[in-house]
């Protein structure tokens, strides 16, 4: 069992930043994948951001150019940062461990609103 504890949401105005974090009951060498996702008001979960253990980062066209994923594996927790937001990134967000076993694990969510 991974316990995924996020952080880091908030209200920002368009334009600013916030950095999510995503921190894990388990060493992140543990976790093979770990996912961000986001999901607003009405819509599906949508995936943003992808980092598996020894591979690239991935994310969405949405997202492109303005988040990134990285990870601390001395404090096993992953961050999502993300610039230039606009309030189409309105949504909670959440990270998804996938352990070596096939086994995956939500955390709770962090709001993230973006408005004036």
């Known amino acids: 069992q991974v316990q995924l504890v996020e952080s880091g949401g908030g209200l920002v105005q368009p334009g600013g930043s916030l950095r999510l974090a995503c921190a894990a009951s388990?060493?992140?060498?543990?976790?093979?994948?770990i996912r961000w996702y986001r999901q607003a008001p009405g819509k599906e979960r949508e995936l943003v951001a992808t980092l598996s253990s020894g591979g690239s980062p991935n994310y969405a066209d949405s997202m492109k150019g303005r988040c990134t994923i990285s990870r601390d594996n001395t404090k096993n927790t992953v961050y999502l940062q993300m610039n230039s937001l606009k309030p189409d990134d309105t949504a909670v967000y959440y990270c998804r461990a996938t352990q070596r076993n096939g086994y995956s694990f939500w955390g709770q969510g962090t709001q993230v609103t973006v408005s004036l």
């Open positions: 388990t060493t992140v060498h543990q976790i093979n994948v």
